[in-house]
């Protein structure tokens, strides 16, 4: 078991960003072979889960690191930095252990939690369940897709509409998440063909007819959460609180192609070509802009939600406003990233073609993490529970 985490914030950050430099190699070398296995390979697991990764959102008294965002951004980023894999399964499994800590009622917690032992757990936001009420639970039918990380998860959780809830809710049902035992879901081997993320064994589960006991489910509302324990973090509502996710680990990957490109320019000297790369002006000129760009881009996001983070623990709920500000500037860095690894891909040349290139990888990963993303917008708006905010017309002000 991993120390406990420092409650102060530069000390747990220090922390963190040294235990990823400790399995910053095994990361690295275990890119290609996740993406062979089409999961995230068991050495790699062990890494994030001995170095306490999956407990980077847990609530500080469950055991977690409770980082900040701006933390939480930087741990993601390196992670990804290593293997853009990792960082997206510690992402995902993160927020669903963190969500579990949260939510859930002490009974809840009393299952998954046993003895105090932390264990993995994968989620899919998207409410493609359907639950009755049934007793002292619900009766549940469903199927869930892009589940990263449940090949190695031992809880899965899944949006779920309850039917016949409109009338006390508003108008519109009730949405809970249900968390079952990963030994209880099927598992469908749907990821094996898709063109980037194979690693991340994002795979559909599903349940049939299947009774939850009413512990092993809590709400988060989309506007408003009522964490049952943690900080600050947790009052972000679901659109703010996963975005800083994806823009921090498109971030990482992006770097990490800039830094092969560099590697490659120079060092190598192409066959029908006279100069290396770095001697050519046009390369000079691409990889300047695509690190200013990075650099904006990241700096927007952490000061974004750090900003975000002081309004919440001051007292003051996000509106939205505050979210579509937050989800902009992070969907404005996954493009900024995949817009580096294109250009990375293109001037890498013959070298970034031939597979296990880690140019390559990325490429297709960061545009498949970018479709992810819009995908994401969709099921949430899809849902008619929220309406995002306009931006305010200085959002730096």
């Not at 741990?75 to 800590?101: P, R």
Request: charged share 20%.
């Amino acid at each position: 078991m991993v120390a406990a985490f420092p409650a102060d914030r530069a000390s747990k950050r220090a922390m963190l960003l040294d235990a990823i430099a400790n399995i910053g190699p095994t990361l690295e070398a275990s890119g290609p072979r996740s993406e062979e296995l089409g999961t995230l390979a068991p050495e790699a697991v062990k890494a994030l889960r001995d170095s306490g990764m999956f407990r980077l959102k847990l609530a500080h008294e469950m055991g977690g690191a409770e980082a900040d965002p701006v933390t939480e951004m930087l741990v993601l980023e390196q992670l990804a930095y290593h293997d853009l894999t990792s960082g997206w399964c510690t992402m995902v499994g993160a927020t669903a252990i963190a969500s579990l800590g949260t939510f859930l009622t002490p009974a809840g917690l009393a299952h998954i939690f046993n003895d105090r032992s932390i264990p993995t757990a994968s989620i899919s936001f998207f409410p493609a369940g359907r639950a009755v009420r049934e007793g002292n639970g619900y009766r549940v039918n469903g199927r869930w897709r892009f589940n990263s990380g449940i090949k190695h998860a031992e809880w899965v959780l899944g949006g779920t509409i309850v039917e016949g809830t409109e009338a006390e809710n508003g108008g519109q049902p009730l949405v809970i998440f249900s968390a079952f035992p990963a030994k209880d879901v099927k598992l469908y081997d749907n990821w094996g063909g898709v063109t980037g993320l194979r690693g991340t064994g994002s795979v559909d589960c599903s349940v049939e007819n299947y009774f939850l006991p009413k512990e092993l489910s809590f709400t988060w509302d989309l506007l408003k959460p009522k964490p049952a324990r943690g900080g600050p973090s947790y009052l972000l509502p679901p659109f703010a609180y996963v975005a800083k996710e994806h823009g921090s680990v498109a971030i990482g990957g992006a770097r990490r192609a800039l830094d092969e490109l560099i590697k490659i320019a120079t060092s190598t000297r192409g066959t029908f070509r006279a100069s290396r790369l770095d001697e050519r002006q046009v390369v000079h000129r691409a990889i300047a802009e695509a690190d200013l760009k990075l650099r904006a881009a990241r700096a927007l996001m952490h000061e974004r939600y750090d900003a975000l983070y002081h309004k919440v623990a001051g007292g003051d709920l996000p509106d939205g406003a505050d979210i579509a500000d937050v989800r902009a500037a992070c969907v404005y860095a996954t493009d900024v990233a995949i817009g580096v690894a294109t250009m990375a891909f293109h001037f890498a040349g013959n070298t970034g073609l031939h597979h296990p290139n880690v140019i390559g990888r990325l490429l297709r990963d960061l545009n498949t993490a970018g479709i992810h993303q819009v995908m994401s917008d969709t099921a949430y708006e899809n849902h008619g529970q929220f309406k995002l905010g306009l931006p305010t017309a200085n959002p730096l002000a």
